[in-house]
């Protein structure tokens, strides 16, 4: 890969995820000019900016997921590999977006194998799910149907489901914008928390300053910017 | 193996003196078993096709031919496919095997070389079909078979009259013109093409026109204009004062046959004399129905069983038709229980155990006695029919 | 560096890789769809392009097959000579719009007097029922009904009317065509009425009504001028295929319709199946002469259309607010009432004869009951039944994967059919059937295929997919698409979201889609007859051929044979998901 020795920068280990260059357009105007970003292990990042400017469509890129009524130029990286003409299976990009979106015919349990990679023994992945419902507090819902979940066990869940996956990345797509004050403080504690333990750099987009505070990382501000030239 | 087998059978046949024909026939058998027969034949009378269903069940369990009856609204519905299959050139494996068929429909098919044959007179039955006595067994609407269709069964064409409202049925076609005068709204007859209609017409024609014997030749050699000129008076008359007043009309015979039964009117055309006694034995008729014949006599004729000449299995349509000519099913078909249509055979010339089925025939309360029924006046030639139903078209049924 | 794009970057590893590389990635988009459109188009205007030609050379005296070798306008002066033909015109043109017209009232009256109401929702709930029952069968219901002789008089006399005797009064079959004309907007109703309720959701109706009413206009008013213009463009074309239905409808028109003389349909099937071979090319120039009928009524409509929007724009600018319309609320729910209750009634009606011993005017009920009819007819049953389950059934599948694949394409290309495809979707449901049926039926019996089941279901295809497309494209484009990107992102390949996620998730829309296409299917005569043959009778071809005599208890046996085959399709296609997701509350339906 010859993209490689590009993304490397100094701030701290090797960069997991990296933008080069992205832009994205939908028709003529252009909504995310010339990105460049590299996020390190564990490191966080928010990307800000008013509804309708571009910054969901950008997580949808960088998984692979973009709306053809868009487009878009420029590379991205995980762990050194470009990823940007991968399917968004083959990315390794977690992503959780403002609902849980737990696919409602499946069990809590069915929810989270759907997610584990194959490859595991049967035991293996009883294991892993028995793990992350206990990780979630949710021992002994395994066979719930997911609609009987409160708010915060099903956001839980989802994030669950999500990192079983084994992604390199976390994208977050304003996922607590949809809880209450309360819980959303404590399901944000829980993201960032294991999102640390397990080493993923995470790109936030929101509208909300205290999400952006508490993610404790740089904050870029698109859209905004661009309408105003000073 | 079966073949064989035909053969061992066919040797046994000629071994104890049969004829050549029997050798013939054991061939059609042997061929005709595991064929499938697609019978095209008129599907809107359900004691009819229980009768057709049950002919295919004999069928199949003693000869191993399977019969699919394709029920038509119209038989020329079948003889529009098998001209619609030749002209696209399709010489054999054709979609029909056997049609019920006669008059117009058997004229034009045998006019345009549509049919298979001749076949009839190596059919086993056939010695008994009484061609002397009955001669509309050789003779369809003065068109010679010439051995192109077997026969099947007579008809003549009768009235159903409700006893509750009519004491005295009329004797003529005038006096049925008095009758509706007096009794306005309570006559009807099947809309022409239906051939009940057609047949109804054709019996008016015989008795009006000047001279009967010019509608035994086809149209074109005779004076149509002449001929039918006191039809159309007679029809201006007698539509007003008909049901809905000539201006709707039954489909066909058992439409008929529902309004007689739902006592819209008093009189109804039929060309099965036990139709009545059957239908009261159904509970589809009133039991004060009854039957009659006009004096001088109504028309008759015979329906016939024919095989279009690209027909896929025609020994099993030559099988069926064998057997439809038993009489096993002949006397069964006499029975106004199952049909109540007169058999083509000689019953007195039946071997006694086939005599005693006929013998044993209840004809119910309401079918007229062959007596009774007098000799069947002869059927115009068909294009008298096409002529007449053009212009009654013309006439009745082109709108204001 | 700036202005290298990705695809640039991803170059230089040589023209194999990067094909091999193309390739996954169109692979893994969405296993090439690319095909599902066309192919869709293909199978469905095929037939109805190559049908229209093989019907219209032949009007022009072409058709090598039948010894037309040249081109003659000998088809067309027969046609014009033959008798009744210009009344026949006439009627086939004044019932369809009629029926078509008055239709379209009683649902637009309908809608403006009661949408939003619990009289509304308690009509919505037989809708169902109601759209699911073929056209035939409605018919019979309703001809016995209305018949001087019928269930109606039965149920009032002698005691009240005096009549011992049925009255000869003219109702079935007259020569206007009314009795036809009120079996028709007896079955467009619903199906209008269904278009219109699918339109609504999309047009904030209720919120708009509220505006308009807080300014002070009438319930009716409001609906008319406020939520009408919007929905009314959205329920143009099912219209127009009520209108081009109308016009050229046979089975509807043999059991109600005049017969001195009949529809222009009418005449032109009977002429199709004139053992005197010259008729088909007059046919074929009547088969013409309708598809013309039908584009000028078309033509007709929408200039009446215009000039009616024109009217309206200046009765909406008026201001007045129309508040004294209670008497026309009730006249509307009057005739949807009467229509929808004469429909359910007439069935009984049919439900009674098939168990009716004798049962005679003036009786109101058979003298004796019995299960006789059923034990005896049961064997006939069979074989059409066996062919409509299974036409059916096929019809219904191959139509709903392919809608589903045409959609699937969709959303992934991101490109929504316009209006012009809805138009060719609609296409089949516009062109007179008997218009391009002949042609078909010529096709078929070249290439041999007459008769065979394949081609009866092919023929209901093309029927029955653009309803089953209708159904299903609005839950389909609805889906939530995080579903699938979430699946993805999840590790799950194309295929696996697919069929994991997308379709259990769209299972219940699915199959009722198919359950519509099966009753579509079930209801087809003219394809059945024409692809059939003969040799593939259906419950409906042969309750057709039993209509215009035949026993009532038999025709009563097949109307509720007719009524329940689609009933439980809908069924399955309404409990199959309701049991497999009964412990999944997410998946129940929520209204």
Same mark, same amino acid.
């Given at each position: 890969m010859t993209g490689g020795a590009e993304v490397s920068n100094g701030a701290g280990g090797a960069p997991v995820l990296g933008l080069r260059e992205v832009t994205v357009r939908l028709g003529s105007r252009v909504l995310i000019d010339r990105l460049s970003l590299d996020l390190a292990p564990g490191e966080t990042a928010t990307v800000m900016g008013?509804? @309708?400017? @571009?910054k969901s469509s950008l997580l949808a890129y960088i998984c692979g997921s973009l709306d053809p009524a868009f487009s878009a130029q420029g590379a991205v990286y995980v762990e050194g590999r470009e990823i940007t003409r991968l399917s968004p299976e083959d990315r390794r990009v977690g992503i959780l977006f403002q609902d849980d979106l737990l696919f409602p015919h499946m069990s809590v349990a069915e929810n989270l194998a759907f997610a584990i990679p194959p490859g595991l023994s049967r035991s293996e992945r009883r294991a892993l799910i028995a793990a992350a419902l206990a990780d979630a507090g949710l021992e002994g819902l395994g066979e719930r149907d997911t609609a009987t979940l409160s708010g915060g066990q099903r956001a839980r869940a989802a994030l669950m489901r999500t990192l079983l996956a084994r992604p390199a990345v976390l994208l977050l797509d304003e996922p607590f914008s949809k809880l209450d004050v309360d819980l959303r403080t404590r399901f944000r504690e829980f993201v960032f928390d294991h999102a640390r333990q397990e080493g993923l750099p995470v790109l936030m987009v929101t509208h909300d300053p205290t999400d952006a505070r508490h993610a404790d990382g740089r904050i870029i501000e698109i859209g905004a910017v661009k309408q105003t030239p000073e | 193996m079966k073949r064989l087998f035909a053969f061992a059978a066919a040797a046994l046949v000629v071994a104890t003196g049969a004829n050549a024909h029997a050798s013939d026939w054991s061939d059609t058998l042997a061929e005709a078993e595991g064929q499938t027969v697609y019978w095209n034949a008129w599907g809107g009378d359900d004691r009819i096709n229980a009768y057709i269903d049950w002919t295919a069940e004999r069928v199949e369990e003693r000869h191993g031919v399977e019969v699919v009856h394709v029920k038509l609204g119209d038989t020329a519905e079948a003889v529009s496919r098998v001209l619609a299959e030749k002209q696209a050139g399709r010489e054999e494996g054709g979609s029909v095997d056997l049609i019920w068929i006669n008059g117009e429909n058997f004229a034009a098919m045998k006019r345009q070389n549509l049919l298979h044959g001749p076949w009839v007179e190596d059919l086993p039955n056939f010695a008994y079909v009484d061609v002397d006595g009955k001669p509309t067994t050789t003779v369809d609407f003065t068109v010679p078979t010439d051995g192109l269709e077997a026969p099947w069964g007579m008809a003549q064409m009768v009235f159903m009259y409700e006893t509750a409202n009519v004491q005295d049925p009329p004797g003529s076609m005038h006096d049925l013109l008095a009758w509706a005068k007096a009794n306005p709204g309570r006559f009807t007859y099947p809309q022409p093409p239906d051939f009940l209609g057609t047949t109804f017409l054709k019996q008016a024609l015989i008795e009006l026109t000047p001279d009967g014997s010019v509608l035994q030749k086809p149209v074109e050699e005779a004076d149509f204009e002449a001929a039918s000129a006191p039809l159309w008076p007679y029809l201006d008359e007698l539509h007003p004062v008909m049901w809905r007043s000539g201006r709707v009309f039954p489909q066909n015979g058992p439409g008929q046959r529902r309004l007689l039964a739902d006592n819209e009117i008093d009189f109804a055309v039929s060309f099965h004399p036990a139709e009545a006694s059957g239908a009261i034995a159904d509970g589809?008729? $009133? $039991?004060?129905i009854r039957t009659f014949v006009l004096d001088g006599g109504t028309i008759g004729n015979t329906h016939f069983v024919a095989i279009p000449y690209n027909a896929s299995s025609k020994a099993g349509a030559k099988v069926l038709a064998n057997f439809l000519m038993s009489p096993e099913a002949q006397a069964r078909k006499q029975d106004p229980e199952h049909w109540g249509d007169f058999t083509v055979l000689d019953v007195a010339e039946l071997p006694p155990e086939a005599k005693q089925r006929f013998a044993a025939i209840d004809y119910g309360v309401a079918t007229l006695t062959p007596e009774e029924l007098g000799q069947p006046l002869l059927e115009p030639h068909p294009s008298w029919m096409e002529r007449i139903e053009l212009e009654w078209a013309r006439r009745y049924a082109a709108g204001q | 560096m700036s202005g290298l794009d990705a695809t640039q970057q991803a170059s230089r590893p040589g023209l194999l890789r990067r094909l091999a590389a193309r390739l996954r990635a169109r692979a893994s988009a969405g296993a090439g769809l690319g095909f599902a459109p066309r192919l869709t188009l293909l199978l469905l205007l095929g037939p109805v392009a190559a049908g229209l030609i093989g019907t219209a050379l032949p009007a022009f005296g072409y058709l090598p097959a039948l010894g037309g070798e040249g081109f003659t306008l000998a088809p067309w002066r027969a046609f014009l000579e033959a008798p009744g033909v210009s009344r026949a015109i006439v009627i086939s043109f004044t019932t369809g719009v009629l029926a078509s017209a008055v239709s379209l009232a009683i649902v637009v009256l309908f809608c403006a007097a009661w949408h939003g109401t619990r009289v509304f929702s308690a009509l919505q709930r037989l809708l169902s029922p109601l759209l699911s029952l073929p056209h035939a069968t409605v018919a019979f219901g309703l001809a016995f009904l209305i018949a001087p002789s019928g269930w109606l008089m039965r149920l009032v006399?002698?005691?009240?009317? +005096?009549?011992e005797r049925p009255p000869d009064l003219i109702v079935v079959n007259d020569p206007a065509g009314l009795a036809l004309v009120a079996g028709l907007v007896v079955k467009e109703v619903p199906f209008l009425l269904l278009m219109t309720l699918a339109a609504l959701g999309q047009a904030e109706a209720a919120e708009r009504r509220t505006v308009a009413r807080s300014l002070g206009y009438g319930p009716m008013t409001a609906w008319l001028k406020g939520v009408l213009p919007v929905v009314y463009p959205q329920v143009r074309l099912p219209v127009f295929a009520v209108l081009a239905f109308s016009m050229s409808v046979v089975d509807v028109a043999l059991i109600l319709g005049p017969s001195t003389p009949p529809t222009l349909a009418v005449q032109l099937v009977k002429w199709f199946h004139d053992p005197d071979l010259a008729r088909r090319f007059v046919a074929s120039a009547g088969a013409v002469v309708q598809l013309g009928l039908v584009v000028a009524a078309i033509a007709l409509w929408w200039l009446v259309e215009r000039a009616v929007a024109r009217l309206g724009r200046l009765w909406i600018v008026s201001g007045r607010r129309g508040r004294g319309d209670l008497w026309l609320r009730l006249l509307a729910a009057g005739t949807v009432v009467l229509s929808f209750g004469s429909a359910l009634f007439g069935l009984l009606g049919m439900a009674v004869w098939s168990l009716a011993g004798f049962w005679r005017y003036p009786d109101a009920l058979p003298g004796s009951w019995t299960l006789a009819n059923w034990a005896r007819h049961a064997d006939e049953i069979a074989t059409p039944a066996v062919n409509t389950l299974t036409i059916g059934l096929a019809a219904a599948a191959v139509a709903a994967v392919l809608a589903v694949a045409c959609l699937e394409h969709e959303a992934q290309s991101g490109r929504r059919a316009g209006a012009r495809a809805l138009w060719l979707l609609y296409l089949p449901l516009l062109i007179p059937q008997i218009a391009f049926l002949f042609g078909a039926q010529v096709l078929l019996v070249t290439l041999r295929l007459d008769g065979w089941w394949l081609a009866v279901a092919w023929s209901h295809l093309v029927f029955v997919l653009p309803y089953v497309f209708l159904s299903l494209s609005d839950p389909y484009r609805s889906w939530d698409d995080r579903y699938a990107r979430s699946a993805r992102c999840l590790g799950a390949s194309w295929w696996r979201m697919f069929w994991r996620v997308k379709l259990p998730m769209l299972l219940r829309p699915i199959l009722i889609a198919a359950a519509v296409g099966f009753a579509v299917s079930a209801g087809l005569y003219l394809p059945t007859l024409f692809a059939g043959a003969g040799r593939t009778p259906t419950l409906l071809t042969e309750a057709i051929s039993l209509?215009? +005599?035949?026993d009532r208890r038999i025709i009563g046996i097949y109307a509720i044979l007719q009524l329940v085959t689609p009933f439980i399709a809908f069924a399955l296609a309404l409990i199959t998901p309701a049991f497999v997701y009964r412990h999944r509350r997410g998946m129940q339906v929520t209204r």
């Amino acid at each position: 890969m010859t993209g490689g020795a590009e993304v490397s920068n100094g701030a701290g280990g090797a960069p997991v995820l990296g933008l080069r260059e992205v832009t994205v357009r939908l028709g003529s105007r252009v909504l995310i000019d010339r990105l460049s970003l590299d996020l390190a292990p564990g490191e966080t990042a928010t990307v800000m900016g008013p509804s @309708g400017c @571009g910054k969901s469509s950008l997580l949808a890129y960088i998984c692979g997921s973009l709306d053809p009524a868009f487009s878009a130029q420029g590379a991205v990286y995980v762990e050194g590999r470009e990823i940007t003409r991968l399917s968004p299976e083959d990315r390794r990009v977690g992503i959780l977006f403002q609902d849980d979106l737990l696919f409602p015919h499946m069990s809590v349990a069915e929810n989270l194998a759907f997610a584990i990679p194959p490859g595991l023994s049967r035991s293996e992945r009883r294991a892993l799910i028995a793990a992350a419902l206990a990780d979630a507090g949710l021992e002994g819902l395994g066979e719930r149907d997911t609609a009987t979940l409160s708010g915060g066990q099903r956001a839980r869940a989802a994030l669950m489901r999500t990192l079983l996956a084994r992604p390199a990345v976390l994208l977050l797509d304003e996922p607590f914008s949809k809880l209450d004050v309360d819980l959303r403080t404590r399901f944000r504690e829980f993201v960032f928390d294991h999102a640390r333990q397990e080493g993923l750099p995470v790109l936030m987009v929101t509208h909300d300053p205290t999400d952006a505070r508490h993610a404790d990382g740089r904050i870029i501000e698109i859209g905004a910017v661009k309408q105003t030239p000073e | 193996m079966k073949r064989l087998f035909a053969f061992a059978a066919a040797a046994l046949v000629v071994a104890t003196g049969a004829n050549a024909h029997a050798s013939d026939w054991s061939d059609t058998l042997a061929e005709a078993e595991g064929q499938t027969v697609y019978w095209n034949a008129w599907g809107g009378d359900d004691r009819i096709n229980a009768y057709i269903d049950w002919t295919a069940e004999r069928v199949e369990e003693r000869h191993g031919v399977e019969v699919v009856h394709v029920k038509l609204g119209d038989t020329a519905e079948a003889v529009s496919r098998v001209l619609a299959e030749k002209q696209a050139g399709r010489e054999e494996g054709g979609s029909v095997d056997l049609i019920w068929i006669n008059g117009e429909n058997f004229a034009a098919m045998k006019r345009q070389n549509l049919l298979h044959g001749p076949w009839v007179e190596d059919l086993p039955n056939f010695a008994y079909v009484d061609v002397d006595g009955k001669p509309t067994t050789t003779v369809d609407f003065t068109v010679p078979t010439d051995g192109l269709e077997a026969p099947w069964g007579m008809a003549q064409m009768v009235f159903m009259y409700e006893t509750a409202n009519v004491q005295d049925p009329p004797g003529s076609m005038h006096d049925l013109l008095a009758w509706a005068k007096a009794n306005p709204g309570r006559f009807t007859y099947p809309q022409p093409p239906d051939f009940l209609g057609t047949t109804f017409l054709k019996q008016a024609l015989i008795e009006l026109t000047p001279d009967g014997s010019v509608l035994q030749k086809p149209v074109e050699e005779a004076d149509f204009e002449a001929a039918s000129a006191p039809l159309w008076p007679y029809l201006d008359e007698l539509h007003p004062v008909m049901w809905r007043s000539g201006r709707v009309f039954p489909q066909n015979g058992p439409g008929q046959r529902r309004l007689l039964a739902d006592n819209e009117i008093d009189f109804a055309v039929s060309f099965h004399p036990a139709e009545a006694s059957g239908a009261i034995a159904d509970g589809e008729l $009133p $039991p004060t129905i009854r039957t009659f014949v006009l004096d001088g006599g109504t028309i008759g004729n015979t329906h016939f069983v024919a095989i279009p000449y690209n027909a896929s299995s025609k020994a099993g349509a030559k099988v069926l038709a064998n057997f439809l000519m038993s009489p096993e099913a002949q006397a069964r078909k006499q029975d106004p229980e199952h049909w109540g249509d007169f058999t083509v055979l000689d019953v007195a010339e039946l071997p006694p155990e086939a005599k005693q089925r006929f013998a044993a025939i209840d004809y119910g309360v309401a079918t007229l006695t062959p007596e009774e029924l007098g000799q069947p006046l002869l059927e115009p030639h068909p294009s008298w029919m096409e002529r007449i139903e053009l212009e009654w078209a013309r006439r009745y049924a082109a709108g204001q | 560096m700036s202005g290298l794009d990705a695809t640039q970057q991803a170059s230089r590893p040589g023209l194999l890789r990067r094909l091999a590389a193309r390739l996954r990635a169109r692979a893994s988009a969405g296993a090439g769809l690319g095909f599902a459109p066309r192919l869709t188009l293909l199978l469905l205007l095929g037939p109805v392009a190559a049908g229209l030609i093989g019907t219209a050379l032949p009007a022009f005296g072409y058709l090598p097959a039948l010894g037309g070798e040249g081109f003659t306008l000998a088809p067309w002066r027969a046609f014009l000579e033959a008798p009744g033909v210009s009344r026949a015109i006439v009627i086939s043109f004044t019932t369809g719009v009629l029926a078509s017209a008055v239709s379209l009232a009683i649902v637009v009256l309908f809608c403006a007097a009661w949408h939003g109401t619990r009289v509304f929702s308690a009509l919505q709930r037989l809708l169902s029922p109601l759209l699911s029952l073929p056209h035939a069968t409605v018919a019979f219901g309703l001809a016995f009904l209305i018949a001087p002789s019928g269930w109606l008089m039965r149920l009032v006399s002698p005691w009240a009317t +005096g009549l011992e005797r049925p009255p000869d009064l003219i109702v079935v079959n007259d020569p206007a065509g009314l009795a036809l004309v009120a079996g028709l907007v007896v079955k467009e109703v619903p199906f209008l009425l269904l278009m219109t309720l699918a339109a609504l959701g999309q047009a904030e109706a209720a919120e708009r009504r509220t505006v308009a009413r807080s300014l002070g206009y009438g319930p009716m008013t409001a609906w008319l001028k406020g939520v009408l213009p919007v929905v009314y463009p959205q329920v143009r074309l099912p219209v127009f295929a009520v209108l081009a239905f109308s016009m050229s409808v046979v089975d509807v028109a043999l059991i109600l319709g005049p017969s001195t003389p009949p529809t222009l349909a009418v005449q032109l099937v009977k002429w199709f199946h004139d053992p005197d071979l010259a008729r088909r090319f007059v046919a074929s120039a009547g088969a013409v002469v309708q598809l013309g009928l039908v584009v000028a009524a078309i033509a007709l409509w929408w200039l009446v259309e215009r000039a009616v929007a024109r009217l309206g724009r200046l009765w909406i600018v008026s201001g007045r607010r129309g508040r004294g319309d209670l008497w026309l609320r009730l006249l509307a729910a009057g005739t949807v009432v009467l229509s929808f209750g004469s429909a359910l009634f007439g069935l009984l009606g049919m439900a009674v004869w098939s168990l009716a011993g004798f049962w005679r005017y003036p009786d109101a009920l058979p003298g004796s009951w019995t299960l006789a009819n059923w034990a005896r007819h049961a064997d006939e049953i069979a074989t059409p039944a066996v062919n409509t389950l299974t036409i059916g059934l096929a019809a219904a599948a191959v139509a709903a994967v392919l809608a589903v694949a045409c959609l699937e394409h969709e959303a992934q290309s991101g490109r929504r059919a316009g209006a012009r495809a809805l138009w060719l979707l609609y296409l089949p449901l516009l062109i007179p059937q008997i218009a391009f049926l002949f042609g078909a039926q010529v096709l078929l019996v070249t290439l041999r295929l007459d008769g065979w089941w394949l081609a009866v279901a092919w023929s209901h295809l093309v029927f029955v997919l653009p309803y089953v497309f209708l159904s299903l494209s609005d839950p389909y484009r609805s889906w939530d698409d995080r579903y699938a990107r979430s699946a993805r992102c999840l590790g799950a390949s194309w295929w696996r979201m697919f069929w994991r996620v997308k379709l259990p998730m769209l299972l219940r829309p699915i199959l009722i889609a198919a359950a519509v296409g099966f009753a579509v299917s079930a209801g087809l005569y003219l394809p059945t007859l024409f692809a059939g043959a003969g040799r593939t009778p259906t419950l409906l071809t042969e309750a057709i051929s039993l209509s215009a +005599g035949g026993d009532r208890r038999i025709i009563g046996i097949y109307a509720i044979l007719q009524l329940v085959t689609p009933f439980i399709a809908f069924a399955l296609a309404l409990i199959t998901p309701a049991f497999v997701y009964r412990h999944r509350r997410g998946m129940q339906v929520t209204r």
